[in-house]
Structure formats: structure tokens, C-alpha cells
T-cell receptor, first 112, second 111 residues
Framework: NAGVTQTPKFQVLKTGQSMTLQCAQDMNHNSMYWYRQDPGMGLRLIYY???????DKGEVPNGYNVSRLNKREFSLRLESAAPSQTSVYFC???????????FGPGTRLTVL | QKEVEQDPGPLSVPEGAIVSLNCTYS??????FMWYRQYSRKGPELLMY????GNKEDGRFTAQVDKSSKYISLFIRDSQPSDSATYLC???????????FGRGTSLIVHP
């Protein structure tokens, strides 16, 4: 039982490049989330998926897109990376009937 | 003003001290309260979860909720250097999928 896994762990991009961050969970959770964490800003929700087949915007969705590929996987795409997207990105999931989130190890992204 | 306020610290204490970490909130609809611990360069991990006013104890950790004052606390007894981390409070409304996080308090326990 690996919990929530994220790939890659680190990534450096140039402005304008695109990339997809991958997240998978093996806990049969219904809801999945993408956050970014910046110094002094705490965790900010980018997008979430309450259940398979649905996605909704969070607090800071601009510049990102998501895909809930199936119940296990939820990906985050940056179409044209900007330096303001330099951050640590966390994926999380929640099971039905619970409110507690389980987090992945994070992806450290630098956009030059 | 953010819905959840948390002093960022850092809070530096000697080993063995009792630590008190706190959050205040303004949304009276919050029903569930959580504390997460985040080690440097790691993801947050759930430490404590409670949904009622009063105290909940788990080993050296005690979570306290005062809904009338909109104030929650996490107490750590006999603090250890391994407790050095950032502690995030989180709260959620009943029936919601989305928790609201505090910005985290950095705790340093020195030997």
C-alpha cells in the first residue's frame, strides 16, 4: 500500500514549456486534490475532483488544467509554464465518509 | 482576513518543554478540525482529528477545540527534537470536500 504517489519529484522548466504532474492513490479514495505550497502562503488549492468524472476549480486555478483519468489517477498540467508557478505541488486524496486528507511527497517545480 | 489564522513562528523550545500551537478561525460553520505535521521537504501527514469541543489525547499530543471562542490548540508534552516540523491546522465545514488550512507554525525543539 503506497498511499499517494507523485511523479516527478523534481522538475526544472523554461518559461513557456509544458509539463504534466502525475498523481496516483491506491486507497480507493473518491476525492483527489492538487495544492501548491509557497513560503508564507501555506497550502493553496488549485483544483479538486470530488469523484471520478468531476473536476472543479479551487482558489488558484489560472494557468493549470487537470484530468481525473480514473479513480486512482489525477494529473495536473501546466500548458505554458511561468516563473510564478515555481512552487512545491502536493496531491492529496480523501476517502468517502472521512474528512482527512492523505498527501503525496510533493513535486518541486522551478520555472526559469 | 483569512478564515484561519496561525502564527508562522518559528517557535523554538528546549527538549522536554510543553509546546502549545494555536489557530483561530472566523467561520462558525467549521465542524471538523485537524492537525497536520510536515517535516522539511515532505508532504503533510495527519496528526490529530477531532469534531467536537473539548480535548482529544493521543500519546504526547492533545488537541483542544473551543468552538465558542473559535480557537483550537495542539499541545505537545515532553517535546523531542524529532518533533521539529511545521504544524498546520485545518478545518472543514460539514458536508464539504474542501478543508481550509492555516499557514503553519514552524516548531524547533533543540536538545
Amino acid at each position: 500500500n503506497a498511499g499517494v504517489t507523485q511523479t516527478p519529484k523534481f522538475q526544472v522548466l523554461k518559461t513557456g514549456q509544458s509539463m504534466t504532474l502525475q498523481c496516483a492513490q491506491d486507497m480507493n479514495h473518491n476525492s483527489m486534490y492538487w495544492y501548491r505550497q509557497d513560503p508564507g502562503m501555506g497550502l493553496r488549492l488549485i483544483y479538486y475532483s470530488a469523484s471520478e468524472g468531476t473536476t472543479d476549480k479551487g482558489e488558484v486555478p489560472n494557468g493549470y488544467n487537470v484530468s481525473r483519468l480514473n479513480k486512482r489517477e489525477f494529473s495536473l498540467r501546466l500548458e505554458s509554464a511561468a516563473p510564478s508557478q515555481t512552487s512545491v505541488y502536493f496531491c492529496a486524496s480523501t476517502g468517502r465518509g472521512t474528512d482527512t486528507q492523505y498527501f503525496g511527497p510533493g513535486t518541486r517545480l522551478t520555472v526559469l | 482576513q483569512k478564515e484561519v489564522e496561525q502564527d508562522p513562528g518559528p517557535l523554538s523550545v528546549p527538549e522536554g518543554a510543553i509546546v502549545s500551537l494555536n489557530c483561530t478561525y472566523s467561520n462558525s460553520a467549521f465542524q471538523y478540525f485537524m492537525w497536520y505535521r510536515q517535516y522539511s521537504r515532505k508532504g503533510p501527514e495527519l496528526l490529530m482529528y477531532t469534531y467536537s469541543s473539548g480535548n482529544k489525547e493521543d500519546g504526547r499530543f492533545t488537541a483542544q477545540v473551543d468552538k465558542s471562542s473559535k480557537y483550537i490548540s495542539l499541545f505537545i508534552r515532553d517535546s523531542q527534537p524529532s518533533d521539529s516540523a511545521t504544524y498546520l491546522c485545518a478545518m472543514i465545514e460539514g458536508g464539504s470536500y474542501i478543508p481550509t488550512f492555516g499557514r503553519g507554525t514552524s516548531l524547533i525543539v533543540h536538545p
